[in-house]
């Protein structure tokens, strides 16, 4: 029995709301996702209030009902019409839930006012109560919402209908409380059902959005050392650079070499080789700041894009620890890793092209390559400009 109880709680704890999960990250995708959806079901719900209710004040005045019957279907099917407009510019779940509730309200009052001006419920409003229940599912409800409107609905007809003795026979008002009863249960199991199916589809909507996303990440990344790769770079390059210039620093891009790649391959073996270019990898992410983006463009040569007052030391800490990184010595017998690094700051104001940008960046490496015999540092780095 206490199993039966936890687990009915925990079933409807489950459908007691659309955009609660225990993950914050899903219950903001849902809160979005359902805001939408929430719109579109009120402006379904009101264009099928609509016309329901423009078909009734046309089929009341062909049957020959009272005026009053024809004029309160017609103001309704125009308020519904204004409705689905109106929840156009709102930008908030909670205020379309309460446009809805309202609206739903009022049908249901309005139905109750006619019945008290006609003196009793004819089959016409009988079926009127029983379409305004079978609309409310429409909306993508929680069930606590669902509960609400229901409630609301039925307290409205429940109250109105008692409240002035003898107007309705007794006959009549077992009727209305057997039909809507009946209409709130069925209501409210599609609400519930409507809820669990909802949900599953947004959880199974965001795994596949988030391992598309790591999918797309995965396929921008170089397996082997963790860097971006070239396609990063072509994709990005541009929106980069425009957050780089909105924080008014000076823009830098980087192309990386290291000396005498082939032979340490050659002398030390391929898993020597693909340590180097893991290590440098980290160092560089180590010394960054978090703004910058390291890229391996292929081989041994690596690009970086940056915003910083001062790159040089940034280039400079990253290419030293690589120098004299520990590792690296034990696999190699204490040989060295040198770098040849050219670096070109880019113009603040106007396009740049990242052909022109990388070919310029490429000579000033090469430059900076045919003078590391010339520096006692042995990792060289040269600053330059584009005009």
């Known amino acids: 029995m206490t199993g039966f109880i936890r687990h009915s709680l925990n079933a409807l704890s489950e459908i007691w709301s659309l955009t609660d999960f225990n993950r914050s990250e899903l219950s903001s995708y849902a809160q979005s996702l359902i805001f939408t959806d929430t719109r579109k079901g009120i402006i379904t719900l009101c264009w099928v209030l609509f016309f329901i209710l423009a078909g009734s004040a046309i089929l009341y005045a062909y049957l020959g009902y009272e005026r009053i019957y024809i004029y309160s279907s017609a103001i309704l099917a125009v308020l519904s019409l204004h409705m689905s407009f109106s929840v156009r510019v709102i930008n908030e779940t909670r205020v379309l839930y309460l446009l809805a509730i309202t609206m739903l309200v009022i049908n249901g009052l309005a139905m109750v006012l006619l019945a008290h001006q006609s003196g009793g419920f004819n089959s016409a409003l009988f079926a009127s109560v029983v379409l305004l229940f079978l609309v409310m599912p429409l909306v993508p409800w929680g069930l606590r919402e669902g509960l609400l409107i229901v409630a609301l609905v039925y307290g409205v007809f429940t109250s109105s209908t008692l409240s002035v ?28 059902r409507n809820i669990m199916v909802r949900r599953n589809d947004i959880k199974t909507r965001f795994e596949l959005e988030m391992a598309h996303d ?49 032979p340490l391959n050659d002398n030390f073996g391929h898993d ?43 280039l400079k800490k990253a290419a030293d620890e690589l120098r004299t990184d520990p590792e690296l ?59």
């Open 272 to 314: 020597y080789g693909d340590l180097v270019l893991k290590q440098l990898t980290r160092h560089f992410l180590k010394a960054f700041s978090g703004s910058e983006h390291l890229i391996r463009m292929g081989g041994d040569e690596f690009a970086i894009l940056m915003a910083s007052n001062n790159p040089k030391l940034v």
């Open 165 to 192: 003795e003898g107007r309705f026979d007794a006959e009549t008002l077992w009727i209305l409380q057997f039909v809507m009863l009946g209409a709130s249960l069925t209501t409210l199991v599609v609400i519930s």
């Open 329 to 387: 010595f034990s696999a190699s017998g204490e040989t060295q890793v040198n770098l040849s690094i050219g670096v070109i700051e880019l113009p603040q104001n106007g396009t740049v092209n990242l052909d022109q940008v990388y070919r310029k960046a490429d000579q000033v490496m090469y430059q900076a390559k045919q003078n590391k015999h010339q520096s006692q540092a042995r990792s060289n780095i040269i600053i330059s400009r584009v005009e």
């Open 214 to 262: 790591r999918m797309e990440v995965l396929s921008l990344k170089d397996p082997l050392t963790g860097a971006w790769n070239r396609r990063f770079l072509e994709k990005n390059f541009n929106d980069i650079i425009s957050q780089y210039t909105r924080k008014n620093l000076p823009i830098y891009f980087a192309i990386i070499d290291i000396n005498d790649f082939k």
